[in-house]
């Protein structure tokens, strides 16, 4: 149960956690999300009233003004979305230190993964797919300050967990399909570690790395005309996994 240490701000959520795990689970029950290393963000628009807040509440609307002109131009009246915000180098791999120092606020976007209320209406108590389903719904003609940070369905989630690692990504977020949201840690959200797990400076991979997994392969397409670039984790069971990263393309 979540437990406020204070006064928080009209409009704000507290934002649901995952809680550590061992490892990934598996299984059909579960999607796996690209865990983006950046700074948790709760996004409010009311009509042409746009506020962002940071994971405790604290106001980052004046931070990241292409997000703020992204939330506002949606065709919602009204919606409240949980994210990442995050500035990507040119390996289109989020990169904390950018957002620390706050070297390229300006083009610092959000990678949005949950739709908490939409017009008004409450969508916590409804499954996290048919939020996931709404939100992409909602973000298909959004403008680059927002992008739907779209999951993995594979039973296998170390073999996810793996791949996120060693293309040098902060690590993966394991989330059940039908788990309402809830302000606070919560069981249903988990984030896997371990010996695996790419911590600390996350050095730039080599090509050579990166396509060669033991029998499973990594393959990396791009970039395409909207700067974007597709990974495909190929498993040795002739499986396909695929996900669609940004690159730094300037408009």
Not at 161 to 179: N, Q, Y
Not at 212 to 224: E, L, V
């Amino acid at each position: 149960m979540f437990k406020p240490s204070g006064v928080l701000p009209a409009g704000f959520v507290a934002p649901c956690l995952p809680t550590k795990a061992a490892e990934p689970p598996s299984g059909g029950r579960w999607l796996h999300e690209i865990k983006h290393d950046g700074f948790r963000v709760i996004a409010r628009k009311d009509g042409n009233h746009v506020r962002l807040y940071s994971r405790p509440g604290n106001d980052l609307t004046y931070r990241f003004p292409l997000i703020v002109q992204a939330l506002a131009s949606l065709r919602s009246r009204s919606c409240v979305i949980d994210g990442e915000a995050v500035a990507c180098g040119h390996d289109g791999v989020a990169s904390f230190d950018r957002l620390r120092y706050r070297r390229d606020d300006a083009n610092v976007f959000l990678y949005a993964f949950d739709l908490i209320e939409l017009d008004g209406d409450n969508l916590r108590r409804e499954p996290l797919e048919v939020r996931k389903a709404t939100l992409a719904s909602v973000l298909a003609k959004a403008s680059r300050g927002i992008r739907f940070n779209d999951h993995i369905q594979y039973d296998d989630g170390e073999i996810v967990f793996r791949h996120a690692c060693k293309m040098g990504l902060e690590g993966i977020v394991s989330k059940r399909k039908d788990s309402p949201y809830r302000s606070g840690r919560s069981p249903d959200w988990l984030r896997p570690g371990g010996a695996g797990r790419a911590t600390g400076s996350r050095r730039r991979l080599e090509w050579k790395e990166l396509a060669m997994t033991g029998k499973n392969r990594i393959m990396i397409y791009g970039p395409n005309e909207d700067g974007t670039y597709v990974v495909e984790f190929r498993t040795s069971e002739g499986d396909v996994l695929a996900i669609s990263i940004p690159g730094t393309r300037r408009e």
